[in-house]
């Protein structure tokens, strides 16, 4: 079992950066990959990021490829989203998610694990 809290968001201007925290409290943090999720107002939850339980590979989707980073540090039990060139289009509620031995191409209903989200609002 795993609990997340995910904080870091906020409200950004176009063209800036935030990075996003993923606090797991519980056991195994190093045995649950971790996904990055958002929602926009009348949207259905997308994916955005994700690492494997390794943490040796990485996915990401076509709308952030080159602008967003996941990454996690297992001491700190602690997963991370950088998010650089912010677009409005960005604007959402982020969501992160666990799920145990997950590969970085697990879809969305293998997340077992979620934390409440929190908003980033991008202003153009």
């Known amino acids: 079992q795993v609990q997340l809290v995910e904080s870091g968001g906020g409200l950004v201007q176009a063209g800036g950066s935030l990075r996003l925290s993923c606090a797991a409290s519980?056991?195994?943090?190093?045995?649950?990959?971790i996904g990055w999720f958002r929602q926009a107002p009348g949207k259905e939850r997308e994916f955005v990021a994700s690492?494997?339980?390794?943490?040796?590979?990485?996915y990401y989707a076509d709308a952030v490829k080159g602008r967003f980073t996941i990454s996690r540090d297992n001491a700190k039990n602690t997963a991370y989203l950088q998010m650089n060139s912010l677009k409005s289009e960005d604007t959402a509620v982020y969501y992160c998610?666990?799920?145990?031995?997950?590969?970085?191409?697990?879809?969305?209903?293998?997340?077992?694990?979620w934390g409440q989200g929190t908003q980033v609002t991008v202003s153009s």
């Open positions: 998610a666990a799920a145990k031995f997950a590969s970085e191409r697990w879809g969305i209903t293998r997340y077992a694990y």
């Open positions: 690492i494997n339980w390794t943490g040796g590979s990485t």
């Open positions: 519980g056991r195994d943090f190093n045995l649950f990959g």
